[in-house]
């Protein structure tokens, strides 16, 4: 074996180490559990004062206000001062799928290929990524993992923040199909160096490309299926059925330009699919036809950058605003991604600062999101018959100085420690031993 080899199979054998997440899994419930003296925020009405919440069997059997009485095996859990939301959802995210950006072998998110909708990406999920527990300890217990690369990069999957296996995970294995519009203009920019007809000619291309594949799709799906063909399978559950009932799942479209949207939801609803734009800088301009068809958007962020020179500068602080007064369904995703999914709340906080009700602001975290990526059933309220997946905190989760002092997810209530705050005990450990720290 050469330098180079031992070198590289060394710096592997580093980063996996680096990746592995000690913390260990939260073990079945087994018997009810009670939060009481709590302030709950169930999302889908007015907050709940001196409230509780009881579960079973991960399962929410009832919420209420005052005092109850609770079976003899209940452990009860006296929450006074303290807050109960709903667990936060992330629903745009690389998380279990990259550890390291820089890191080729720690990836895996985007599969070789233009046109790629049979991948999965809930089975490339490593539930002992490292970023997981940080993303968790700021209580985002759910997250939706995307699939990038390429024209159709493949399935989402919405996903619990914690499990052994991925199959543990899972909570809706392929939530639809992910597709990446192109840009339907030219570029002008310093990098682009090929002619603008020329420019033009790809993004027909494209276009042209995805639109076939949909089409084949279709005429496998009016077919006898025989031979099988695994990547139009794939495309099914977004295409109506053939006596014209509704697709199974949504077409997630990534666009941002007015025209990307127009031309992507347009193509979309003309094929009978259900589409959400993921991204939509410009869905305020395109308000008409996002309400007309019922499309929802899912927000990258507002800690960015207005996207042209002669935009506002609170342009992306006010997005969010402006699709709630329009009647837009919306959700916020992170602006940072992976490492710093953390962050996903105080995207939300900072369209509060610019005047976005709060409310609608974590439902934006919550229950939007649960309704977007059709999971609303089971996430996203505090309401009986949902998933106790919830998360204590002292005070609201968009709050910077908010901490979640305990979390719950189908009912297991898990470890809020990682590898960060493992470090900070080890060395504030160290400055105790040799007499430099501050804590008494």
Known sequence: MNIKSIIAAAVLAASSAGAQDLTPKAAPETTPIAIINATIHPMTSEPIEQGYVLFDHGVITDVGQ??????ADTKVIDAAGLDVYPGLIAPNTQLGLSEIGALRQTNDQN???????EVQAAVAINPDSTLIPVTRTNGILTFCAFPTGGSIPGQPAVMAADGWTWKDMAILKSAGIAINWPSMRPSNN??????????QQQINDRLDAIDEIFQQAISYRDSDKNPPDVRLDALLPVLPGSDGSQPEHPLFISANDIDQINAAVTWAVDLGMR?????GNDAPLAADLLIRNNVPVILNGTQRFPKRNDMPHDAAYTLPIQLQQLGILWCMASTDRTA????????AAKAVAFGLDPLAAMQG???NTAR?????DRLGSIEPGKLATLIVTNGNPMEMTTNPVM??????QIDLSNKQSKLAEKYREKYRQIGLSRDK
């Open 66 to 71: 005052g005092e109850h009485t609770f079976t």
């Open 111 to 117: 599969e070789v290929g233009q046109f790629t909708p």
């Open 190 to 199: 310093w990098w682009a160096d090929e002619p603008d007809a020329k420019q």
């Open 275 to 279: 589409p959400v734009i993921v991204g």
């Open 340 to 347: 710093h999914e953390r962050n996903l709340p105080y995207n």
């Open 365 to 367: 975290l919550t229950i």
């Open 372 to 376: 977007i990526l059709e999971v609303d």
């Open 407 to 412: 979390a719950f997810i189908a009912g297991r």
